[in-house]
C-alpha cells in the first residue's frame, strides 16, 4: 500500500516541520552514521566474496548506504516507510520516464557540445574494465538510486524542510562533488560539471517532490555517457 503523501514529513512538499537544531542534528547525525557503516560493511562483504571490480563494489555499496540510510531514518525517526522517502509508486511511471528522456538529452547535448568546442576528446579507457551492456545497465541503475538516496534522500528533504531549498541543494552538490574527486581520470572541469549536474537533481527532487524525476534523470544520464564511450566523471572521454 503506498504511504500517505500528506504524512511524508520528510520531503519538501510535506507540512512544515517545527524540529530544533538540536532534533535536526540527531537526525542527520544519524542518517550519515548509517550511510558511512552501510557503505563500509557492503564494501567489505563485496571484497570478501572476491568481486573487486570498481563498478561492482561502489554500485553496490552505495545502494546499500543509501537504502539502509533512509529506511532506518524514516522507521526510527518518522515511524513512516521507506516509501516515503519519495519513491511512491504512482508517480514513477511519469516522473522516472519524464527523467529518462530529460537525462538522455542533456548527456548528448553536453557531450557533443564539448567535443565540437575542444574541451574533450575520445579516447579508449580502462578505468570501468569489460562489463557486459546489460549488467552495466543495472549497476548504474543501482549506483544512481543509491547516490539520490544518500544525497537527495532524507537528509537533503529534512534541511529543505528546515531551511528552505537553495542553501541544503548547493551544500549536498558539493558534497555530491567531493565524493566524484575521488574518481580515476577526473578534471576541474568534470567536477564543474558534476556540481552543476548535482544542482538539477536537488532542483528535480524540489519541484517534482519525490525522486523518482531526480533518479530518472541520473540514470540515464550516466547511461547516455557510457553509451556514447563516456567514463563517468572523468575518463574515456578526456577532459582538457
Do not use: C
Amino acid at each position: 500500500m503506498e504511504p500517505d503523501r500528506s504524512q511524508a514529513a520528510a520531503l519538501p512538499g510535506a507540512p512544515p516541520r517545527r524540529m530544533s537544531l538540536v532534533e535536526l542534528g540527531v537526525r542527520l547525525l544519524g542518517f550519515i552514521f548509517v550511510v558511512f557503516a552501510g557503505q563500509f560493511g557492503a564494501a567489505i562483504a563485496v571484497a570478501a566474496i572476491g568481486f573487486d571490480h570498481m563498478l561492482v563494489l561502489a554500485a553496490f555499496s552505495t545502494g546499500v548506504a543509501g537504502l539502509a540510510a533512509n529506511w532506518a531514518a524514516l522507521h526510527v525517526f518518522e515511524h513512516l516507510p521507506f516509501l516515503a522517502v519519495g519513491l511512491y509508486p504512482s508517480t514513477a511511471p511519469r516522473n522516472g520516464l519524464i527523467g529518462i528522456a530529460l537525462g538522455a538529452l542533456a548527456a548528448a547535448a553536453v557531450i557533443g557540445t564539448m567535443v565540437a568546442a575542444g574541451w574533450a576528446e575520445w579516447q579508449s579507457s580502462e578505468a570501468m574494465g569489460l562489463v557486459p551492456a546489460g549488467a552495466l545497465l543495472i549497476l548504474l541503475a543501482v549506483a544512481s538510486l543509491g547516490e539520490e538516496l544518500v544525497f537527495r534522500g532524507y537528509g537533503l528533504q529534512i534541511l529543505i524542510a528546515r531551511f528552505g531549498a537553495a542553501g541544503p541543494i548547493l551544500i549536498t552538490s558539493i558534497l555530491f562533488v567531493l565524493m566524484h574527486s575521488f574518481n580515476p581520470n577526473t578534471s576541474l572541469l568534470a567536477l564543474t560539471n558534476t556540481a552543476l549536474w548535482g544542482v538539477v537533481l536537488g532542483m528535480a527532487l524540489w519541484r517534482s517532490q519525490d525522486l523518482w524525476l531526480a533518479t530518472g534523470l541520473h540514470v540515464s544520464w550516466n547511461g547516455r555517457q557510457r553509451a556514447l564511450g563516456a567514463t563517468l566523471s572523468g575518463g574515456k572521454i578526456e577532459l582538457a
